[in-house]
């Protein structure tokens, strides 16, 4: 028998088993049709859970995950990390990356990172549609652009997310502050002149490489080169600005406002040549230089430094990638811990009733 089809419109996902997808439309622009697409895997529960209710620690917690620059969302385990504690997982491809992405687009175009507020409201208005009245608590999980973004849209939208992780997050240039300060005003000039002219691809498809050399068998991907290619997408003037001026938004200093979790590899490696050493750092970003960066962002930041690290933490060997999940979980149950006592402190202040 063929399954009714879904009233909010959601379909499987190419990922498959759990995950499903919804196409979430957005303005057009010159390019034409624009969209977003979320993809949600919820968590498994048991007739006991379904009759007297989800005990477990993150049963009222909805996660939203932004991708990073040339990527988007296709880690089953890193979702399965957060349903099998009781949230709702989501992921957000952005508009011209990875689902979204429609023939004729530039891949990955912004012109400002603030064009992405639409996106992130329509996957908000779509998680919590048929949701019901009982409030839950929002987790920001964003991976190096995407933890960007999500930083900036958090510190503009105050009192909406309970917590964010930062996964490698690109707060800072990989170039010296002063070097970045020098060059953006060349580059936004270029950006009001011809936003689409290419930069040189500088990515010799190194950390693509250093992925698959410790490609861990019982954490399988299975990746789509035409939405993650082995290097990078172009780097085009009026991207670049956007990316620069983010930059200096978290060098003035935002604040965020809630508890942050920043993870990291402990060491940074430059791609000049192929080198092992490059299966075991970061060697896309700066790490010290983005965990000063980090400090300024907000009041309460926890940063993980994971010894053997890719930039994508949880794409790492074995290792690195049990002992990145170990140390996100260890974060997450104490922050949840902290914010339900904080709830319940606050609501017998209220004289409601309190929350076990």
């Known amino acids: 028998m063929t399954a009714a089809p879904d009233p909010q419109g959601w379909v499987p996902d190419v990922l498959g088993e759990e995950f499903f997808q919804l196409t979430l439309p957005l303005r057009a622009d010159d390019e034409g049709e624009v969209v977003a697409t979320l993809v949600r895997a919820l968590p498994e529960r048991t007739a006991w859970q379904r009759l ?49 992405l429609r023939p004729g687009q530039t891949p990955g175009y912004i012109s400002d990172l603030a064009e992405y507020d639409e996106d992130i409201a329509a996957a908000l208005a779509a998680m919590t549609d048929g949701q019901g009245a009982a409030p839950r608590r929002l987790v920001l999980l964003g991976h190096s652009t995407g933890g960007l973004t999500l930083s900036l849209w958090a510190a503009r939208n105050p009192g909406v997310a309970s917590a964010v992780i930062l996964n490698s997050p690109w707060l800072e240039f990989q170039l010296p502050r002063f070097t970045r300060e020098t060059i953006a005003p060349l580059v936004g000039l270029q950006a009001k002149r011809r936003p689409l002219d290419r930069a040189p691809q500088v990515d010799l498809g190194f950390y693509t490489r250093a992925q698959n050399e410790v490609a861990d068998p019982e954490d399988p991907m299975d990746v789509d080169l035409a939405w993650r290619p082995a290097q990078t997408m172009a780097v085009h003037a009026g991207w670049l ?12 200093g935002i604040d965020i406002g809630v508890p942050v979790c920043v993870l990291l590899s402990a060491h940074s490696a430059y791609p000049t040549s192929w080198s092992e050493d490059l299966t075991r750092a970061d060697s896309v970003l700066v790490v010290d230089d ?13 940063i993980e430094w994971i010894e053997g690290a890719l930039h994508d933490v ?31 402190a606050a609501s017998r202040e209220a004289g409601a009733p309190g929350v076990d």
């Open 290 to 302: 983005i965990a000063r960066a980090a400090l300024k962002i907000g009041h309460s930041i926890t």
């Open 314 to 344: 949880f794409l790492s060997r074995h290792e690195a990638r049990e002992e990145a999940y170990a140390r996100l979980g260890h974060w997450v149950d104490g922050w949840a811990a902290a914010d339900s006592a904080a709830r319940a």
């Open 52 to 100: 007297f209710g989800d005990r477990r620690t993150l049963a009222d917690t909805d996660v939203l995950y932004v991708h990073g620059w040339s990527d988007y969302f296709f880690q089953k385990r890193l979702a399965r990390f957060w349903t099998g504690r009781g949230a709702r997982f989501f992921a957000l491809d952005l508009r011209k990356y990875g689902r979204s």
């Open 241 to 252: 600005n956007a990316i620069l001026a983010g930059h200096a938004s978290i060098a003035a």
